[in-house]
């Protein structure tokens, strides 16, 4: 009887959760947003204020990872039915934490004690639901599941933070931690380094043979709860995106803008390839995801960054510091078409040709913009998206505009260029989930002409020109 009088106690109290950790509550916001399809976790994230955003979108992102495999505990348990008040999207978050992160609830709040009342039945229903699918763990499940759906598996990319750390302080971590390194002892070819790294098998990793900072783990490695993630000491970001700051290689010393900076990743990358000297300036026009720039920035051991909220198409090319500036980096928001396994993301935009050709155009005032700064030197643009509108078309635009400015091949060992169809695609780099085992990308390098170089560039055209001429002859 005892037992049933808490239970009633915490139905009638169910809409009063003002004691469940604020994390919860803000994660279970951002499901629900992403279920109305509002944007993606990552972006929903970025427009929250919170003081542990890293945190926060680790449980939001697993939380969406795992979510029809919770619905169907649901089901089972009837949890709905029984518990008509329960906030569905808190309870899959509270629910992520209990049953498969294996955290323990803490709080005193309803939801959180209805969870723990309703424990053994939802474990029941969980072990049931496996048993179901015909595997041991969980991870099986969604595995099978992406891949009936015909996703790409990409494995667990990992960049050390070398402001903070060092890739053998990391690798030694990892060891202590269980995993074991499997050693390159020399390059090997493309499809057998694929192949290695799709049977990585569970606790093991390799250092990637193209970028040394880089880590790779199985696909579904979690290190969220690791203290090499929560002390930044490691960053996990796709390979393909540490393509950007690699093209644009600005020495230790330098002044470089990255000129749309939020979430931050690039503008650490930057500081620890330029050793933390010189400076970067960090430029987003949206101040609460400038504040996560700002708390990563902090986190990482970044001492070389100053951040300024501003639309990076206002600024004003002759004022200081801007004036200065030697190096740009612009990754503009774009259509995100080259990312796969989008478990957190919540719209089907990626393809629509409207919204396509108002980001190829906003894209093209951006780059041209960047053209205007008066001493920079080189500008890196570059998206996560495979759409040509917005990658090669972008560039020839552009291109078209300047006599100042060429393109310069960049990173000449990657074996994925630009499209074939542009006289300049060998120039550029792509990135392909089945070529490369990473998301798609796409990047390209525009390099300042000088005088003598300019003089000596036209007096080779014209010596082609002449050539081309006597051959037609």
Known sequence: MEKESVVKEIRAHLTKDERVPRLYKQAARILKEVNEKKGSAKSLVFSMKHCNNRKLYAIVSQTLKYKDILNKVFEHVQLFEKETRLDRFLTLVLAYEHLIAGRELSSQSKPVQMIREYSPLLQKGFKKVLQKANVKNVEDIVYDGLEKEGKVFLPRYVRVNTINTSVNNVIQQLESDGFVEVKLNHPISLERYKSLILNL?????????????????????????????????????????????????????????????????????????????????????????????????????????????????????????????????????????????????????????????????????????????????????????????????????????????????????????????????????????????????????????????????????????????????
């Open 201 to 473: 098998e569970k606790h093991q990793f390799l250092q990637d043979q193209d970028l040394s900072d880089v880590l790779i783990l199985p696909h579904g490695t979690d290190l969220h709860d690791s203290s090499l993630y929560s002390n930044a000491n490691i960053f996990l970001q796709d390979k393909s995106s540490s393509l950007a700051v690699i093209a644009l290689n600005p020495p230790p010393g330098s002044l470089v803008l990255d000129a749309c900076a939020a979430p931050g990743m690039k503008t650490v990358h930057l500081a620890a390839l330029m050793e933390n000297k010189g400076k970067i300036l960090a430029v987003d026009m949206n101040s609460e995801r400038l504040d996560i720039v700002k708390e990563m920035v902090h986190l990482a051991g970044v001492t070389s960054c100053e951040t300024y909220c501003a639309d990076f198409s206002s600024l004003d090319p002759a004022t200081e510091p801007f004036s200065s500036v030697e190096y740009i980096l612009l990754d503009p928001s774009c259509s995100g078409s080259g990312i796969v396994n989008r478990l957190d993301y919540g719209s089907n935009e990626t393809s629509d040709p409207s919204r396509i050709r108002k980001l190829a155009w906003f894209q093209k005032q951006l780059l041209s913009h960047s053209l205007t700064f008066p001493n920079v030197k080189r500008i890196v643009y570059s998206t996560c998206s495979i759409n040509q509108e917005e990658n090669e078309e972008v560039i020839k635009a552009v291109l078209e505009t300047t006599k100042d400015f060429t393109l310069e091949k960049i990173i000449p060992q990657w074996p994925t260029r630009g499209l074939p169809e542009f006289d300049f695609g060998s120039l550029c780099v792509r990135s392909y989930p089945e070529e490369n085992l990473t998301n798609g990308f796409f990047v390209a390098a525009f390099q300042k002409i000088y005088p003598d170089i300019k003089e000596s560039s036209e007096k080779c055209k014209k010596k082609k020109s002449k050539k081309n001429k006597k051959k037609s002859e």
